[in-house]
């Protein structure tokens, strides 16, 4: 599936079930705190911290992709093309960026 694809996909969903888009601020709450339930499985597996018994059947795919539907939720309402926005982000980092990480000796180790 392409950006402009779940761009659409998200678009249609809404107008068939969720009735009408949550409010462009209200969305900006929902990302957030998706990023944290995200984080909390990221500390939880990666980190140091331990499983709760709340955290079961947490799922890092599924935590993920509730970020992107929010993401893709906020840019249908904002009038942003994902695809161009992306592609743009990726010429800029590797205009920016095309020699700095090669040379960063943090990295090099």
Wanted: with cysteine; aromatic share 8%.
């Amino acid at each position: 599936m392409t950006l402009d694809e779940a761009q659409q996909r998200v678009d249609d969903w809404i107008k068939t079930y969720g009735v009408r888009y949550f409010s462009e601020l209200s969305n900006m709450a929902v990302l957030t705190e998706e990023v944290g339930e995200l984080a909390r499985v990221m500390v939880r597996t990666y980190g140091d911290q331990s499983f709760k018994k709340s955290d079961e059947g947490a799922s890092l795919a599924d935590e993920m992709a509730d970020v992107l539907w929010v993401l893709i939720c906020l840019a249908n309402q904002t009038g942003v093309n994902l695809t161009e926005a992306f592609e743009h982000n990726l010429r800029k980092k590797t205009e920016r960026d095309r020699e700095r990480h090669k040379n960063n000796e943090k990295l090099n180790r």
